[in-house]
């Protein structure tokens, strides 16, 4: 029954995937690759480049992609489920508790300890997606040769709309991709 | 706050729009949050974002779809987690079930290229500024232990390439462990 066998495989991804993002790859390309053959390495590279071009979580978008080349559109309804099935109940279970237990002391000593490191975790996030949009590269080394100065530009532009203007995030993702296209499709 | 179909629809709405907007990685979805679900709608204040990324870091799943089924969950309980997941994994499920159907075109598509490599600037803007508000906000409060906790967590997930799970644990027992010593005992402690 290629249904169940489609919501299983991403039901073990979905719950084994902690960390989020790339962690979740191995899991994936285990399940797809070498468990059931459902793609091949070329494919799933393509799937990997294409979640990088689209909106929705990797996971989501290996899920959808799998199911809907092995068993049509009810299998990338059912893959994509089966991802989320494990999300859904451990994260209701955890914001029960949290709302729960939020106020006591201990809990609130917890969740102080961890909201810096939440801005860490997402500045360190920031700073992989600018090292990626101004040099091509994702991490150190850079070089300052391969700087690319219309996304600096595109870059400070975003950043002076967002605070000082109403603009929100979405309206400046969608102007510089607009521009993006006007510049290097249409100008270069 | 009363819950018709309007607000549900709002839910629904918002979480759709977030998630089609999320591109780049997870933790692009805190800057939509914070402008839809802090500033816009205020349905939840900044602290609880942070304190919901938190959680959604914590369970296994994508880090997006796990901060709209708390913010679901928080506004309108099972069935507000529910909604809001339909309207997270709508936009991959739609959007990656029709390229599937011609992806090498897409891929190679120069008009799409041009767009996300705009874009892609467009989002480091975008992230920057969250991440700006969020470091002043543990800045200004000027309490020594949370922004060294901060830089440190920083250093490690970045440079030492330190797994998120493992930092977020050992911050969350710094945590416990100072509000154990004294829950009033906070500032200029180290």
Not at chain 1, 102 to 116: E, S, V
Not at chain 1, 143 to 162: E, H, P
Not at chain 2, 160 to 170: F, P, R, S, T, V
Request: with cysteine.
């Amino acid at each position: 029954m290629v249904y169940l066998k489609l919501f299983w495989s991403f039901f073990q991804v979905g719950l084994f995937s902690f960390g989020g993002g790339y962690a979740a790859l191995p899991l994936i390309e285990e399940q797809v690759i070498h468990q059931n053959n459902w793609l091949s390495s070329t494919e799933f590279i393509d799937i990997i480049t294409i979640s990088q071009m689209t909106p929705g979580p990797v996971a989501i978008n290996t899920s959808t992609f799998v199911g809907t080349k092995v068993a049509g559109i009810p299998g990338s309804v059912i893959a994509t489920l089966g991802c989320i099935a494990p999300s859904c109940i451990i994260v209701v279970i955890l914001a029960k508790v949290y709302y729960k237990y939020k106020g006591i002391p201990l809990m609130d000593g917890i969740l102080q300890g961890l909201r810096p490191a939440v801005v860490a975790l997402i500045a360190s996030a920031g700073l992989t997606i600018f090292l990626t949009a101004m040099f091509g590269a994702e991490s150190f080394p850079i070089s300052l040769g391969d700087l690319n100065w219309i996304s600096v530009a595109l870059f400070l532009v975003g950043l002076a709309l967002l605070r000082k203007t109403k603009l929100g995030p979405i309206h400046v993702m969608m102007l510089s991709g607009f521009v993006g296209i006007l510049i290097y499709y249409v100008i270069l | 706050m009363e819950k018709d179909i309007k607000f549900y629809w709002t839910l629904f709405l918002s979480t759709l729009t977030l998630s089609a907007f999320t591109f780049g990685g997870g933790y692009v979805i805190v800057p939509l949050m914070q402008k839809r679900f802090v500033k816009e709608l205020q349905w939840i204040d900044e602290e609880e974002m942070l304190d919901l990324v938190a959680i959604g870091q914590s369970s296994p799943g994508p880090i997006a779809v796990n901060a709209s089924i708390i913010v679901g969950y928080r506004m309108a309980g099972i069935l507000g987690s529910l909604i809001a997941v339909i309207g997270t994994i709508l936009p991959p499920l739609v959007i990656i079930t029709i390229i599937s159907f011609f992806y090498q075109a897409f891929r190679d598509n120069p008009v799409v290229s041009a767009l996300l490599l705009g874009m892609q600037a467009g989002i480091a803007a975008v992230i920057v500024s969250v991440v700006i508000d969020m470091a002043a906000k543990i800045i200004k409060a000027k309490q020594v232990l949370p922004i060294l906790m901060m830089v440190l967590a920083f250093i490690a997930a970045i440079l030492l390439n330190i797994n998120i799970i493992i930092i977020l644990l050992i911050c969350g027992a710094v945590g416990a462990y100072t509000s154990l010593r004294g829950p009033h005992n906070q500032k200029g402690d180290s």
